[in-house]
């Protein structure tokens, strides 16, 4: 099942613009990850906050993380055609017997136009 | 590096064959995860190892789908005997697992399986 929920569920907006979305989830986290998917292709990492931040930047990406709330969001500043894809949150469990499980949610189609 | 490489990218068969997807991870990494991916159900953890061991299978959807990983650099996801369902892209993902840090996964460019 889906730990988390992306929101919205897809959008479009112009080159230039700011892009943000919001990934809720529901349980305890160790951190969280944001990860893009271009058509047809794997998923490539962005970033990844901890549960003790509340706010980390990287380039062009600012990521926030509300642990209170159980929520995340995603701001892309000065977006552009090239950032057209999918754009997922992942959350990392309290980890036990090793390994670090990611769970997905839905992810936010966006679309940025010329 | 190459990156994760993933074989073959596309698959068609016929229902009831068996399928073999494999993967080979990022050089160094000690953790290996089989993802699914479909409209229907988006991005599903199958199952993954850490040092070659099986840590969490609870995603694997039934017998039929099983998976190994005999050494570092190879993994295998067999689905015996496939059906129409099954038609997915199947991802593997390496990452580099310390102590009770957890770090970014790489993700495979997938495998693209149809059954007919």
């Known amino acids: 099942s889906q730990q988390g929920e992306e929101d919205p569920q897809a959008l479009s907006i112009q080159e230039g613009e700011n892009a943000t979305m919001n990934c809720s989830y529901k349980t305890s986290i160790n951190n969280l990850q944001w990860y893009r998917q271009n058509s047809g292709r794997g998923l490539v990492h962005l970033i990844l906050i901890r549960s003790n931040e509340r706010e980390k930047h990287s380039g062009r990406l600012r990521v926030t993380l509300d642990t209170s709330k159980k929520s995340s969001s995603l701001l892309i500043t000065a977006s552009r055609a090239a950032d057209t894809a999918s754009y997922f949150c992942?959350?990392?469990?309290?980890?036990?017997?090793?390994?670090?499980?990611?769970?997905f949610g839905t992810g936010t189609q966006l679309k940025v136009e010329l | 590096d190459a990156g994760v490489i993933q074989s073959p990218r596309h698959e068609v068969t016929e229902m009831g064959q068996e399928v073999t997807l494999r993967c080979k991870p990022i050089?160094?990494?000690?953790?290996l995860f089989w993802y699914r991916q479909t409209m229907m159900r988006g991005l599903e953890l199958l199952i993954y190892?850490?040092?070659?061991?099986?840590?969490?299978d609870s995603g694997m959807p039934e017998d039929r789908f099983s998976a190994k990983m005999p050494n570092a650099s190879f993994s295998t996801l067999k689905i015996q005997p496939s059906e129409p369902r099954d038609s997915a892209v199947y991802f593997c993902?390496?990452?580099?697992?310390?102590?009770?840090?957890?770090?970014?996964?790489?993700f495979g460019p997938g495998t693209r399986l149809t059954v007919l």
């Open positions: 050089s160094g990494h000690n953790s």
């Open positions: 993902a390496s990452s580099w697992t310390s102590g009770r840090a957890s770090n970014e996964q790489f």
């Open positions: 992942a959350t990392v469990g309290i980890l036990t017997g090793g390994g670090n499980k990611l769970t």
């Open positions: 190892f850490n040092n070659n061991v099986p840590i969490d």
